[in-house]
C-alpha cells in the first residue's frame, strides 16, 4: 500500500505565497516522477508541474515564473512553492506520483484546498 499525504494548502490573498508538501510512504521501491495537479469546480483536473528523480522539471503556462516544483529523493518528499498567487489558482491540489510497488502505477494524494481571494 502506498500513501500520499499533501499538506500546506488554505487561504491567501492575491499576490501571496504558500508551500505545498507531499511526502510518499508505504511500500514502493521507487518513484520516477513526482507532480502536482489540480482541479477547480466545474473544470477538469489539469497538470501545474512535475519533477523527474533525475530533477527535470515541467510546469504548465500558467504557472511558469511563478511556482517552484522541487522535491528531495531520500524522503520521497515533493514541494511545490507558490508565489504571486491569483485568484485563478484557486483549486484543490493533488500530489502524484509515478512508481514501482511491484509495479509500475500511479498514486494519488487526498487533494488540498488551496483558495486565493481577491
Known amino acids: 500500500q502506498v500513501q500520499l499525504v499533501e499538506s500546506g494548502g488554505g487561504l491567501v490573498q492575491a499576490g501571496g505565497s504558500l508551500r505545498l508538501s507531499c511526502a510518499a510512504s508505504?511500500?514502493?521501491?521507487?518513484?520516477?516522477?513526482m507532480g502536482w495537479y489540480r482541479q477547480a469546480p466545474g473544470k477538469q483536473r489539469e497538470l501545474v508541474a512535475t519533477?523527474?528523480?533525475?530533477?527535470?522539471?515541467n510546469y504548465a503556462d500558467s504557472v511558469k515564473g511563478r511556482f517552484t516544483i522541487s522535491r528531495d529523493n531520500a524522503k520521497n518528499t515533493v514541494y511545490l512553492q507558490m508565489n504571486s498567487l491569483k485568484p485563478e489558482d484557486t483549486a484543490v491540489y493533488y500530489c502524484?506520483?509515478?512508481?514501482?510497488?511491484?509495479?509500475?502505477?500511479?498514486?494519488w494524494g487526498q487533494g488540498t484546498q488551496v483558495t486565493v481571494s481577491s
Open positions: 508505504g511500500s514502493i521501491f521507487s518513484i520516477n516522477a
Open positions: 502524484n506520483a509515478y512508481g514501482y510497488s511491484g509495479s509500475y502505477s500511479d498514486y
Open positions: 519533477i523527474t528523480s533525475g530533477g527535470s522539471t
